[in-house]
Structures are given as structure tokens and as C-alpha cells.
């Protein structure tokens, strides 16, 4: 049973230009959530999707967007690069409901030049 | 923002040794969770824990929770090597929107 993929798993990018991070969840599960992780931080909540819409999002701009397709799968786009945007970019999947634990993707680690 | 604090940032004991990482919040929750991230890369659940729930153990781990100080602390019992990972609490209501805290780096030493 395949946990969750993530792809790619690095990626160099320049400033201004846009990007697409892919998830793939945990067999059966129906909830992908995004995180970004800054260097010495926490992961912190961009976007989760339950059903191909967006349930709720976190303090991002709207230059992060996402989707979710009907196996699940879910992409995360991010246009307008910036060096902030530098950062370990974490998948995550689950079923929806109360207490119900997330499984981690191992993350796309993005540089932006 | 991190909605909690782990105290200590950084710590390192000598295998076999317990290690003992507190983690304290600011809002109300329904439930905590801890996380293990090894090098950086995909975090690993390792215990959740209930607000009306005070103790909770699975294997090596203890987790209490104290909902009066917004705290909770992680204790690691009989320390391996393999432990050397950093540990996030993170709250929320379920799986949906966590909020994770700034972590604590473990040190393993053999």
C-alpha cells in the first residue's frame, strides 16, 4: 500500500515564474491538505480539498492555488515566484472527519533564485 | 503563524536517557497531536490526544495535555538513536486546518 507520493521532489525556480507541485494520497483517503515549511519552522496550513473543492485555506496569497481531481490527486500551483516562497512544500492526506490523523508526503523542496 | 511554542528549541541526551519536550498553545482545541520529522523531510504521527483526555502513552511516548495552561509535553522513554528526529506538537479541530509549533531538534547521542 503506497503512502503518500509527492512529485517532483526538488525543484529550482526563478523569480516570477509559476510552478506545479503534485500529490498523490494514501490509498483511500479522500482529504489532501498543503503545508509549507520554511527552513527552522513549522509546517504551516495553506489549502486542504475534500471533494475537488477547497474546505478552508490558511494566511497565503492568491498567488497559491490548488486542485484536487476525482482520484484524489491534488496539484498545488504557485504563480509570481518569489524568494520568500523558498521552502519545503508538504502533501498531506487523510479522511475527513474529527481526529483523524494526517499522513505526510516526504515534501517537494522548492528554491527560488 | 505557529500557534504554539516547543520548549527547548534544541536537546541532547545520551541513548537510553528519557526526553521530556513541552509544547504550549494559545487558542482553545479539541484535540494536540505530535509529529516526528526526521531530516527535514515527511512528518510522521505518533499520538493524538483529546482535549478531555489528561495522560495519554503509546509504546515509549507519554503525552499529557493540561487544557487549564494551554500545555502539553511529550515524553520519550528509554532514548534511541533512531529517536534523533525533531518533534512538532501542532492543534486543531481533527485533521482539519493544524496548526503546528516551531518544533524541537533531538539529539540522540550513542
Known amino acids: 500500500d503506497a503512502g503518500v507520493t509527492q512529485s517532483p521532489t526538488h525543484l529550482i525556480k526563478t523569480r516570477g515564474q509559476q510552478v506545479t507541485l503534485r500529490c498523490s494520497p494514501k490509498?483511500?483517503?479522500?482529504?489532501v491538505s498543503w503545508y509549507q515549511q520554511a527552513l527552522g519552522q513549522g509546517p504551516q496550513f495553506i489549502f486542504q480539498?475534500?471533494?475537488?473543492?477547497?474546505?478552508q485555506r490558511g494566511n497565503f496569497p492568491d498567488r497559491f492555488s490548488g486542485h484536487q481531481f476525482p482520484n484524489y490527486s491534488s496539484e498545488l500551483n504557485v504563480n509570481a515566484l518569489l524568494l520568500g516562497d523558498s521552502a519545503l512544500y508538504l502533501c498531506?492526506?487523510?479522511?475527513?472527519?474529527?481526529?483523524?490523523?494526517?499522513?505526510f508526503g516526504s515534501g517537494t523542496q522548492l528554491s527560488v533564485l | 503563524s505557529q500557534q504554539g511554542e516547543e520548549d527547548p528549541q534544541a536537546l541532547s541526551i545520551q541513548e537510553g536517557e528519557n526526553a521530556t519536550m513541552n509544547c504550549s498553545y494559545k487558542?482553545?482545541?479539541?484535540?494536540l497531536q505530535w509529529y516526528r520529522q526526521n531530516s527535514g523531510r515527511g512528518l510522521v504521527h505518533l499520538i493524538l490526544?483529546?482535549?478531555?483526555?489528561r495522560e495519554k502513552h503509546s509504546g515509549r511516548l507519554r503525552v499529557t495535555l493540561d487544557t487549564s495552561k494551554k500545555s502539553s509535553s511529550l515524553l520519550i522513554t528509554a532514548s534511541r538513536a533512531a529517536d534523533t528526529a525533531s518533534y512538532f506538537c501542532?492543534?486543531?479541530?481533527?485533521?482539519?486546518?493544524?496548526?503546528f509549533g516551531t518544533g524541537t531538534r533531538l539529539t540522540i547521542i550513542p
Open positions: 490509498s483511500g483517503h479522500d482529504t
Open positions: 480539498y475534500y471533494e475537488e473543492e477547497e474546505r
Open positions: 498531506a492526506s487523510s479522511f475527513l472527519g474529527p481526529g483523524e490523523k494526517l499522513f
Open positions: 490526544i483529546r482535549s478531555n483526555e
Open positions: 501542532a492543534t486543531g479541530f481533527g485533521n482539519e486546518k493544524l496548526t
Open positions: 487558542t482553545s482545541i479539541n484535540n
